[in-house]
């Protein structure tokens, strides 16, 4: 499993033309020495690769003691994140390609959108959204396929101080209203169909769904996409047409380092979704910084993550890191199988893309097509790939490296979270021997530690294992919850005080490199994307014919995990296969289609100690297939469920 891969060099094979790599394997042990030394001095310089309206003075100040948590960052600087991503570049790259849409289908064209251009499109719908009443600290709802309007609503809402809240494309009107609602935003801006796959999403007409829960003042603006018809009401503006005629020119607002960027909700272990706060300064140094440091992207580099806006990748890696960087970024709308299992590699041949950044759950599925897909492009200009949202198995990574990198680019397997902003474990990828499978190394600044989870004490030296939490805070460190400051505190400061609780369990090997080792709490990863057993459970019960669901993760060959779900029916309810169905149809319209359960196995009861706490560990083990070793059941009010639930069991290797 430890297989180590010698560091790449920047000159190798295919690369040659290549500048120097930013960080070697000297480089990056002297810096992320200095900068654990002193980080106020580290991030301190960092900081000064944004442009600043007012310099900051102070650069850190934090506090993780639990009922005082408090986390700034450059808190006296005030600057504009758009101006930072767009016009400082416009004096040197305005004919420079900002942007690469690919459509969804390869028969339309791409759209290469100019830094110019972007300025343009930017503070028309700046504009748009200023008459539409929106001002600084105002929340913007985003529900839009990936198309360059997303792009502009993000940078429109920086501009003008807003605060916006991106909610994926797949998300059902249930899921949208309570977002909406959650973060009482005064507009949502969506689309009226989402084409992906070749299958169109009637997005206006879910947002139409969603807002029937919400404030009548809601207003809604929407991007004519595909044209296709859609219901209009009072409420609702034709967003295309404005932004034709809204002025091109805009002046940014000044806003504080610290003020909000965006709320992103994301799965926790218990309840509904929390909205993570980021911030503005120290964020955006963050994302701009490890978008150079860790894909090594130079100057004139296409950087392509397949990532959806709806996701922090999206924003920290499509958007705000790379067009910090004065980049080119792609922004692909469509899915990696369609219209073949080719479809990545294509747009990589056709837009000669240097650095390609996707998630385990991808490349999983195209490993399973066959080479054939990948090696009828045209690959040579890929220098880096990189990986996200999940561990790697080794058997992917290797398909990865050798049949789409040729073994000629490194691969940085990149850990980090919605709550982290940017990258916190990586390798780097001219700088680091490889390990399949490992994040390995903290990105400059940061401080893992393991801890114990009975103790909570720290777990010195190597060849350990524990939870992993980190010591110090970064600049794109989460600020709070969204209207829930105590939750914040309890949820990543409370079981280990005076750290920042990660949610993961690692290894540390006996070279010191760390390993992921998954979620420790209820929080389970389909596919690379978050969800927390709770709401699926919770969407379960809602249904009249259910009395009682316990949902955890299986082990699954393509999504990495799937969701699993007992179920306990309504006295005198037929357990029928049309009743599967019916629930798998009813969670998929609850939450969205990434949250269907793949089993469902009819429960007449579920284990449960005498206190009534269901005993998670055991429906884990059976969903496993594992119940071999279901550790001590006698604790349990009623032992003989268990014969029952191992019998039926739904997932027989
Ligand atoms: C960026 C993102 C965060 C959770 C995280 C962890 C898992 C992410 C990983 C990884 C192993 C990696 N995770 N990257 N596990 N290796 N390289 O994915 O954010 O959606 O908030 O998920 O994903 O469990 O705690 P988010």
Known sequence: MDTIDEPRTATAEGSAARPAPHVDAAGYLTTYAASAADPEAYWAEQGKRLDWIKPYTKVKDVDFTLGQVSIKWYEDGTLNVAANCIDRHLATRANQTAIIWEPDSPEDEAQHITYGELHAQVCRMANVLTDQGVTKGDRVILYLPMIPEAAYAMLACARIGAIHSIVFAGFSPEALAQRVNGCEAKVIITADEAPRGGRVTPLKTNADKALLHCSDDVQCLVVKRTGGETTWTDRDHDLTALCAAASDQNTPVEMGAEDPLFILYTSGST?????????????????????????????????????????????????????????????????????????????????????FYTAPTAIRALMGKGPEFVEKYDLSTLTVLGTVGEPINPEAWNWYNEVVGKKNCPIVDTWWQTETGGHLMTPMPFGTKLKPGSAQQPFFGIKPVVLDPQSAEVVEGNDVEGVLCIADSWPAQMRTVWGDHERFEQTYFSQYPGYYFTGDGCRRDADGDYWITGRVDDVINVSGHRMGTAEVESALVAHETVAEAAVVGYPHDIKGQGIYAYVTLMGGVEPTPELRKQLETWVRAEIGPIAKPDLIQWAPGLPKTRSGKIMRRILRKIAEDDFGSLGDTSTLADPSVVDDLIENRMNRK
Not at 279 to 293: M, P
Not at 350 to 355: I, R
Request: aromatic share 16%; with cysteine; charged share 15%.
């Open 271 to 355: 309840g509904q979704p929390k909205g993570v706060v980021h911030t503005t300064g120290g964020y955006l140094t963050y994302a701009s910084l490890t978008h150079e440091v860790v894909f090594d992207y130079h100057e004139g580099d296409v950087f392509w993550c397949t990532a959806d806006v709806g996701w922090v990748t999206g924003h920290s890696y499509i958007v705000y890191g790379p067009l910090a960087n004065g980049a080119t970024t792609v922004m692909f709308e469509g899915v990696p199988t369609y219209p073949d299992a080719g479809r990545f590699w294509q747009v990589c041949e056709k837009h000669k893309v240097n650095q």
